[in-house]
């Protein structure tokens, strides 16, 4: 079996959801093959067909659509399915000959399955895999259903009539895409990221002898992250004369670096919170081993893999009730689930866990590896795509 990868881009380093897929497929029989606009010429775990650039010089761009159009002619049949299924959407002329040129690489192919990593970019190639022969399949994760519809209500209106089978990393995104318009019978499984537990067992102790309290986060600097709640936590925290660290690990824009350092300034936070930035996978598990707390304050999350790894390394997680972070930990048992948008509760909580007995700190860190071993491995996992695409 033949399955095309759609991506932005090759796995880097950390991704190692769609690297422990790919692992898992080739493992097992399966012909990968990644379908992307930009090439890490680093990877090479599978084949990989680069599609057509877009220039902003209209004659470069002109050469290029010959070029690629001419090479369109040895896949003819594919192009000539692909036009009638466009025709019947309907859609303009020019609307048709840049959807052409835009999966020319993805018409190209020979496949029995094309995967849609993230269902936003199935729009504008709906009608690729019908054309190509293929099963459509696509994957939601947290931007595709909490941030980019509530600017595009109907985005995947075209994608709902066409795909053929759904993953979802949580119950909570695929309740919520059912809200969106997907048919309720649509077929689905739920497979959700995982840990390499291999990865964590070398990983040195590395936190020291401190009278404060360590905190960690790692999140992109964006407002769904509820960096700017957590922030306001630490000012209670700061407040009732708690004494602590606050790490940030992410990156963002220069606008979001300043909102959130602005926002250290004026709870007079300074001397208590740190952003380091994005670090390497690596550098990140050192850090979260030198930490007593690992918060997830976000607003909404379609997983989280930074709450696995957390709880992979047996840390105290307090997250938030945003999206399915509630699914990732279970409350009370492997950490600690607050409503969010409330710093209020999030401090008192911080506290609470503070407070604990050893004994019991160490029953909930217990807890939240074993449930990684058992519930996100990496084998699992790849065994669940395999049957993902078995089964359809």
């Known amino acids: 079996m033949k399955i095309g990868l759609v991506l932005a881009s090759t796995p880097g380093y950390s991704e190692t959801f769609f690297s422990s897929k790919i692992k898992g497929l080739q493992e097992h029989g399966f012909h990968v093959v990644l379908l992307v606009q930009k090439v890490d010429p680093s990877f090479t775990l599978c084949p990989v067909v680069k599609g057509p650039k877009v220039y902003k010089n209209s004659i470069l761009q002109m050469m290029s659509m010959i070029l690629v159009f001419l090479k369109l002619l040895f896949n003819l049949k594919a192009v000539i399915n692909y036009i009638k299924l466009e025709k019947n959407v309907p859609i303009k002329t020019r609307r048709l000959v840049k959807n052409l040129y835009i999966n020319s690489h993805l018409l190209s192919q020979k496949l029995d399955w094309l995967h849609f990593g993230f269902v936003t970019q199935a729009i504008g190639s709906e009608l690729v895999a019908k054309a190509i022969k293929a099963k459509m399949a696509v994957s939601f994760r947290g931007f595709d259903i909490n941030v980019y519809p509530v600017k595009y209500p109907t985005c995947y209106d075209l994608v709902w009539n066409h795909v053929d089978k759904v993953h979802s990393i949580s119950k909570d995104l695929l309740q919520k895409a059912y809200g969106l318009g997907l048919s309720q019978n649509m077929p689905y499984d739920i497979i959700t990221p995982a840990a390499d537990m291999s990865k964590f067992i070398d990983i040195k102790d590395t936190k020291v002898a401190n009278e404060k309290i360590q905190i960690l986060t790692i999140a992109r600097l964006n407002w769904i992250k509820g960096l700017d709640l957590a922030l306001d936590a630490m000012k209670l925290l700061k407040n009732k004369g708690l004494d602590f660290e606050y790490h940030i690990i992410g990156s963002g824009t220069k606008t979001e670096f300043e909102r959130y350092k602005f926002q250290r300034d004026q709870n007079q936070l300074n001397d208590y919170v740190s952003f380091h ?31 696995i790894e957390a709880q992979a390394l047996g840390l105290l997680c307090i997250v938030t009730d945003g999206g399915a972070l509630s699914e990732n930990i279970v409350n009370e048992k492997t950490g600690w689930v607050v409503p969010k948008r409330l710093p209020e509760l999030l401090s008192e909580k911080i506290l609470e866990v503070i407070n604990l007995p050893e004994s019991k700190k160490n029953e909930i860190s217990e807890n939240a590896k074993l449930r990684v071993k058992n519930s996100f491995n990496i084998k699992d996992q790849q065994v669940q795509f395999i049957k993902f695409y078995a089964s359809a």
């Open 277 to 307: 930035g994005k670090l390497s996978h690596q550098a990140t598990l050192l850090k979260l081993k030198a930490v007593d707390i690992y918060l997830q304050p976000s607003i909404q999350e379609g997983f989280c893999n930074a709450v």
